[in-house]
């Protein structure tokens, strides 16, 4: 008799580019910023942050505008304000836009849950940011993690451990999916297998699974990268 296949022990979801396309009203957002700093913003810009914590980002943009303007008087803000503009701003921006789930998100989320998976959302954006993507989207899940609740952010592996920890697995038998490289990273330092749905050309690393969308991604593949016990 050939032994069962391995089940994960949770399977963990990234939000903003994973499950949503946010990162165009990121992208507005950040560039209307900027605009108040007195600086610019461009695509480069963008593809630095992805994936990374609201303070990452608010230290690049006071930074870049810092470069581009030397800082003149009525060009500056802090970084609480910035954070703030940040957040704000991309939850009005999703309540009043909406946000559709991406290819295959919604298959592969009714089928985890129907399969009684241990399944969690990770995401670097803060608490309102996650509400309103959730609001939108009309999804569930039994845990989440957010930008307020670790010290340290992607590419840490806190959000990973903590999710893990909330939902009793260990971190070993979790199966990550992620689409940026600074959340990548976080998983597999946290110990979980990835699969990666790439925002942008990631290249191939031992043991990191990488398909073209959630589509690809069924209980099958999950199994297949959970390791054996």
Sequence with gaps: MR???PRPGAVLFDMDGLLVDSEPLWFEVERSVMARLG??????DQRALLGGSLDRSVTYMLMKATEGN???PGRTAGPDEVGRWLVEGMAEEIARKGLPLQPGASGLLAAVADAGLPHALVTSSQRLIMDAVLAATSVKFPVTVCGEDVEHGKPAPDPYLRAATLL???PATCVALEDSPSGIAAAQAAGCAVIAVPTIPIPPTPGLVIVGSLREVDLDMLASVTPAT
Excluded: I, S
């Design 3 to 5: 032994p069962p296949k």
């Design 39 to 44: 600086g610019t913003w461009g695509e480069e």
């Design 70 to 72: 030397g800082a003149r």
């Design 168 to 170: 009793g697995a260990g």
